[in-house]
């Protein structure tokens, strides 16, 4: 089975301090997904990256950054924590490769960080 | 623009209703995934589903059954006979054809089912 394990389950950080966020994966994807969720809003994406040192932005970028130096490992950084970033955060990763002659896109979710900055 | 939209937020049913859960999307890809994702109280979302857009057969899984219409661009959720186990939240999501492997997911549905 697939398995994405996020390095905590619950963090609490005052504001201005430097946080990372760790997800690996073990099922050697390509793709790997950091979002947010919050009441009303469902997941959004703040990045993503299809392969090792490469990294797109997504909807909700700003404040964050990633790294990803190792296929298996993709780690969002934030740079100078803020209330506003008290959030759900959810690491996901899914295979390029085609199955049957589709990509299927499906994901497969850690089981979050609820991070709090006070 | 792609989008997803759950326009149900909470839905409350007690043990052994039926329920439906709506989905619709937009797209402007003629080719494209939805799925359906479940994320009980342990915060892990589950896969349940993936349909493509040539594929508009409804789908029953045990007490779970999907409506894709193309023509409402909507991919509905029924539980039928509902359980405890069932309360989580649901989320809707549509896939972008392009292989960036990118998710485009509603806002999610609370369902609490009663005993």
């Known amino acids: 089975d697939v398995k994405v394990t996020q390095s905590s389950r619950y963090l609490v950080k005052r504001t201005g301090e430097k946080v990372f966020l760790e997800c690996v994966q073990d099922?050697?994807?390509?793709?790997m997904f950091w979002y947010r969720q919050d009441p009303g809003l469902g997941l959004r994406l703040i990045y993503f990256?299809?392969?090792?040192?490469?990294?797109e932005k997504g909807d909700i970028p700003e404040g964050y950054s990633v790294s990803r130096e190792k296929k298996e490992r993709f780690s969002l950084i934030l740079e100078s924590a803020s209330t506003n970033q008290t959030s759900m955060y959810l690491c996901a990763s899914s295979s390029l490769r085609l199955a049957g002659g589709e990509n299927y896109n499906e994901q497969f979710f850690g089981p979050g960080t609820r991070l709090t900055v006070l | 623009a792609q989008k997803v939209t759950q326009a149900q937020t909470e839905i409350s049913v007690v043990e052994k209703e039926d329920v439906t859960l709506d989905c619709v999307y937009e797209?402007?890809?003629?080719?494209?995934?939805l799925f359906w994702y479940k994320q009980p109280p342990s915060g892990e979302l589950v896969f349940l589903i993936r349909r493509n857009s040539f594929d508009e057969q409804n789908e029953i899984s045990g007490r779970y059954s999907w409506n894709f219409q193309k023509s409402t661009s909507s991919f509905n959720f029924t539980i039928t006979a509902s359980q405890v186990v069932d309360s989580a939240v649901y989320f809707c999501?549509?896939?972008?054809?392009?292989?960036?492997?990118?998710?485009?997911f509603g806002q999610g549905t609370t369902l609490q089912v009663k005993p």
């Open positions: 990256s299809y392969d090792v040192k490469m990294k």
């Open positions: 999501a549509l896939s972008e054809w392009r292989n960036t492997g990118k998710l485009i």
């Open positions: 099922m050697d994807h390509e793709n």
């Open positions: 797209t402007r890809d003629t080719t494209y995934y």
